[in-house]
């Protein structure tokens, strides 16, 4: 095995090796050509002239050795002559591919934009070219929002038409002192000259690009639609600052950026600051914390209490995540939800929360409910409910007193595929509820046709009541379609006796909040429902039964 530098080596020296063949078959080419046309002209005008005296004068005979000779002659500069066109061809047709070469070597393929491994050259001569004039160089990356969902709804044909079309419209979009190229897959660079201070000029750039990038893309029938998120960096080189180091810089710095702009929002631009490299580096020491401390059992459930409004007994608990790190204490779940989500370990938490939060929950008194949150995310699997269902076995918990709680906002991302997972779950006897109600869009048509249980109103709307005149109103509507529709309520966010008597005005509700404590761990609930004595008593393993076999994802998506 050689590494690449003996390669490289290898490469250059057959170069020589090969042009040296080339010219010596020329050579010898060359060499039939010119030796045939002096023994023709040698041997031709001596049979030539007997020829002409035969033929005029009728005397002598022409030397038959010579004709021979002459027409040999002639054969040579013909096979000559066509060896020599043929060597040209082929030399001509080599060249070609040796250019074809070279440039699918520092170019992208699909895309026609420079690749990877030419890139950093070419950054580095066009900072040398701003340096001459005093410029400084900016750097754009430039990545496509949720690519590989239109990849994989419509094909990779859809996708390479995509590419090829997003990288035509960057280009038409460019200086003529730029470069643009192809990291791979769906992020590409844009290096640009500019003079300093030209601020609002980049960020008009920045915005043209976005809009061109969100519009359509119309490929054999299929409409695509996907957007960019642009990093943007700039730099100026410098004695401490060779041009090198200031390409690799700006890369580093144009990507930080760009996922900035996607934790944003997505579909804009985000211009590079010092902060972000902390704020980089404190997301990756978290991801790898989360990676770590879901094995050790960081994670725990803790429980907030809900209570009936009108008696003021405890129904159930809101089981919450919490993550207790030997570092940082307990960390909010708004802090680590997020990124276990983005990080593909949300199911996995959840899951290992919920069986805990179902062991817990076994001691209770069998009339207190366990509520659970679900990640949009579990609900694009297919399986969720199977293995959902799988932990109430293990558990021996009964389905009724489970009660799973999904977003508002779900339903707009994904109706169908709620509306099986909600049928599949209440088939075996869980209760669903309709979280943060009036902050999403779901409409009437789906909270009719959808089979919920109960509907919670969003804490925003509660913890205002009493100093917001549109809250009350919110939930004087939401209380009145709770009641049409025959579905109970639970407020949310109850923080003050204040809110509590304003809450009981509009009708009977289950109620949660900072009001009634705040949330408790596992062992901090076992103490307070012993005290009400509200505990379950010893019962046989067996007296959970469920009403049928668990469905098969084909049974749910049907």
């Not at 054969?75 to 040209?88: D, Q, S, T």
């Not at 660079?189 to 915005?207: H, K, Q, Y």
């Not at 289950?510 to 379950?536: D, F, I, N, R, W």
Request: aromatic share 6%; net charge negative.
């Amino acid at each position: 095995m050689t590494n690449g530098s003996e390669h490289s080596a290898g490469k250059e020296f057959s170069k020589p090796v090969a042009s040296l063949e080339r010219a010596e078959r020329d050579l010898i080419a060359l060499g039939i050509i010119v030796a045939a046309i002096i023994l023709f002209v040698g041997t031709g005008s001596t049979v030539l002239t007997g020829i002409v005296r035969k033929w005029v004068y009728g005397i002598g005979n022409p030397d038959t050795l010579l004709a021979n000779a002459l027409i040999l002659n002639i054969a040579l500069i013909i096979f000559g002559w066509r060896r020599y066109v043929e060597l040209n061809r082929e030399i001509a047709e080599r060249r070609k591919a040796e250019l074809t070469a070279q440039r699918l070597a520092h170019t992208d393929a699909l895309t026609g934009c420079l690749n990877r491994r030419s890139l950093d050259d070419s950054l580095a001569a066009l900072i040398d070219s701003a340096d001459t004039t005093g410029d400084e160089v900016i750097m754009m990356m430039i990545d496509l929002d949720k690519f590989k969902n239109s990849n994989d709804l419509h094909g990779h044909h859809v996708g390479d038409a995509v590419l090829i079309e997003t990288a035509q419209r960057i280009e038409a979009l460019m200086t003529e002192r730029s470069l643009m190229a192809r990291l791979g897959g769906d992020e590409f660079i844009c290096a640009l000259i500019f003079a300093p201070g030209s601020e609002t000029a980049i960020e008009r750039l920045a915005v043209q690009l976005n809009d061109a990038l969100a519009r359509p893309i119309e490929c054999k029938g299929v409409r695509a639609e996907v957007t960019a998120s642009i990093g943007i960096a700039s730099g100026a080189k410098g004695a401490v600052n060779p041009a090198g180091q200031l390409a690799q810089d700006l890369l580093h710095r144009s990507d930080v950026a760009m996922y900035q702009a996607k934790r944003r929002g997505r579909n804009r631009f985000c211009w590079f600051e010092p902060s972000m490299e902390t704020e980089l580096r404190f997301r990756n020491e978290l991801e790898n914390s989360i990676r770590e401390g879901l094995p050790r059992g960081e994670f725990v459930p803790y429980y907030e209490k809900q209570v009936d409004l009108e008696t003021g007994e405890i129904t159930g608990f809101e089981m919450l995540a919490r993550w207790v790190s030997p570092r940082r204490g307990v960390i909010s779940p708004e802090i680590f939800i997020p990124v276990a989500e983005e990080i593909g370990l949300i199911s996995e938490l959840s899951e290992t929360l919920i069986s805990l939060a179902l062991q817990d929950a076994k001691s209770w008194d069998p009339r207190l409910t366990l509520s659970v949150n679900i990640s949009p995310l579990q609900l694009r699997d297919t399986w969720f409910a199977q293995r959902l269902l799988k932990l109430l076995v293990e558990a021996n918990f009964p389905p009724t007193r489970l009660e799973i709680e999904i977003t508002e906002t779900c339903l707009h991302e994904n109706i169908g595929v709620v509306r099986s997972l909600i049928t599949s779950l209440k088939n075996q006897g869980i209760r669903i509820s309709l979280d943060d109600f009036g902050t999403g869009y779901s409409s009437l048509a789906q909270l009719r046709t959808l089979p919920f249980d109960r509907i919670k109103i969003d804490r925003s709307f509660v913890s205002t009541l009493n100093s917001n005149a549109d809250s009350s109103s919110i939930i004087e509507a939401i209380s009145s379609l709770g009641r049409g529709m025959a579905l109970p309520i639970t407020a949310e966010g109850i923080e003050s006796a204040e809110v509590l008597v304003a809450l009981r005005k509009f009708g009977t509700f289950k109620g949660q909040g900072y009001l009634y404590g705040k949330p408790l761990t596992g062992q901090e609930v076992m103490s307070e429902l012993a005290e009400h004595k509200l505990l379950s008593p010893q019962s046989p393993a067996d007296q959970y039964l469920f009403a049928e076999e668990p469905e098969s994802p084909a049974a749910i998506n049907s």
